[in-house]
């Protein structure tokens, strides 16, 4: 029977991005307050009688609707997770918004990894500046130890950087359905 390895990576808390998500809220209330000001000068009449599209509050109208869709798309990102599993040979990865919504991002059966190992291998420098190669941040610390996947789908060549912890590092390297050879230890690791 195999084992599950879960491991859920989020930001190191920061009052900065705290303070930005609020501040995201504030906007998106602004921008309300403003779509609904420039929606009442939209439509007026002439003085003939006749009804008339005042076209700069329809435009400042549509302004304000398109910062406030951009706002309130981009703000889940700021409470942004990484739920990071290992089970019978597959790595699963899936971006957890704002402690809510789940959407998967990576399902990857590591029978098809190519190469893997740590980012402070000599692989890992080798491989990063292939052209073409299409590279997915599948992390949140800069700091944190890191390894990569590279693996091929749709027809090319993808490398997927993930933050592991030690363990879940370990079980992966240690798989039975990784390829012999496929893993890159770091210059730094034991």
Known sequence: MEQRYEQTVGARSSGARNALYAGAWTLLVLLALGMLITAA????????????????SLILFALFAAAAAFVFLKKDGLKLEYDYALEDGTLEVAAILNARRRKGKLHLPLSGVQSCGDVDSAEYRRISSRPGLRKHKLYLNETAPRCFFLYSADGAQHMAVLELNPELRNAVRCDRQLPVGSWHEGE???
Do not use: E, F, H, Y
């Open 41 to 56: 000068g939209i439509l007026g009449m002439t003085d003939a009688g006749r009804m008339s599209v005042n076209w700069p």
């Open 188 to 190: 730094g690791k034991t």
